[in-house]
Each structure stands twice: as structure tokens, then as C-alpha cells.
């Protein structure tokens, strides 16, 4: 059975035997906020489509949000997924002083430079306008993504696809 291993944001994949108690098909993921989970493959797929389904929301809300081809949120959302993966948790780590100062509300632009950085990353998904312009466009972008994807692995837990360790 595959076990999904996640350290510093990289996924390596490891060779275990099955074991009588464990349950097939679920992955153990640490999150980019440290908590440990139990995932299967389904609700992976279900928040990828969650996430590319918020991307495209929030480019039809703001008018700053542009993905030029619809496909190319679901790129744009895998692209999300590492990032959140490999850059979030350095970024947090690096700006936990300013986090605690703002009550977390700091964590919003770190969601936001994370949407920013994806926006680099993939072709045809970009924010409109100079630095500061183009962040505030992530930023309530990261809002949407973010309520989308909080109201899912809610209902993903209550499913038991996603437990918590």
C-alpha cells in the first residue's frame, strides 16, 4: 500500500506492507498547517475540482482575476495545491512574528503572494495591474478559494473521507 509522505513540502512516495488494521485506499498527508490526515484519492480529486471551480468563480467575481482559457484553471489549481504545498509553510514560518501581531490576518496575504506565485507559474492565469493592485486581486481571490475549500473539507470530514490523525 502507498502512503503519500509529505516533508518540506515535497511527496515522496513509500512502500509499506498493508497492515490488518488499515483501511485501503487512504493516503497519510501532513497539511501545509502541520495536522496529519488521512485522505483518499477521491477527496484529493474533489478539492482539486473545488479549487479550480473557486479559481474560475473568482475570475468571473473581480475583474482583476483573468484565466483566459478554462482549462487552464484546473492547471492553475495543481499548480495551487504545490505551492500551498512547498511555499506556504516558509512563508508562514518566516512571517509568524507579523502573523501573531495581526491576529492571523497576515495569513491572508501569504494565501494571496501563494495565488500570485501560481499566477507566474501558469500561462493564461494572471492578476491585472501593478504589484499592489495584482496582490489585493490575489487576496480576495484567496478569499474565495479559500471559503470554497474550507466549506468542502468540512463536508468531506463529516463523510469520513478525510480523517483527522
Known amino acids: 500500500m502507498f502512503y503519500f509522505v509529505r516533508a518540506f513540502g515535497a511527496a515522496y512516495a513509500v512502500f509499506q506492507q498493508p497492515h490488518c488494521c488499515q483501511i ?22 474533489v478539492i482539486w475540482l473545488v479549487n479550480a471551480a473557486s479559481l474560475l468563480l473568482a475570475s ?4 482583476g482575476v483573468v484565466i483566459e482559457r478554462v482549462h487552464m484553471a484546473f492547471v492553475a489549481a495543481l499548480v495551487l495545491s504545490i505551492v500551498t504545498l512547498v511555499v506556504e509553510p516558509v512563508l508562514y514560518l518566516l512571517t509568524l512574528p507579523i502573523t501573531v501581531a495581526t491576529f492571523g ?3 491572508l496575504a501569504i494565501n494571496g ?36 475549500r474550507m466549506i468542502v473539507h468540512s463536508l468531506l470530514s463529516q463523510m469520513r473521507l478525510i480523517e483527522k490523525q
Open 24 to 45: 485501503p485506499g487512504r493516503s497519510k498527508v501532513l497539511t501545509s498547517s502541520g495536522a496529519r490526515e488521512k485522505r483518499t484519492f477521491a477527496a484529493s480529486v
Open 105 to 107: 490576518l497576515f495569513t
Open 60 to 63: 468571473a467575481l473581480f475583474s
Open 113 to 148: 503572494l501563494a495565488l500570485m506565485i501560481t499566477a507566474r507559474l501558469v500561462p493564461w492565469f494572471s492578476f491585472s495591474g501593478g504589484f499592489w493592485e495584482r496582490l489585493g486581486w490575489a487576496v480576495a481571490a484567496s478569499l474565495v478559494v479559500s471559503f470554497f
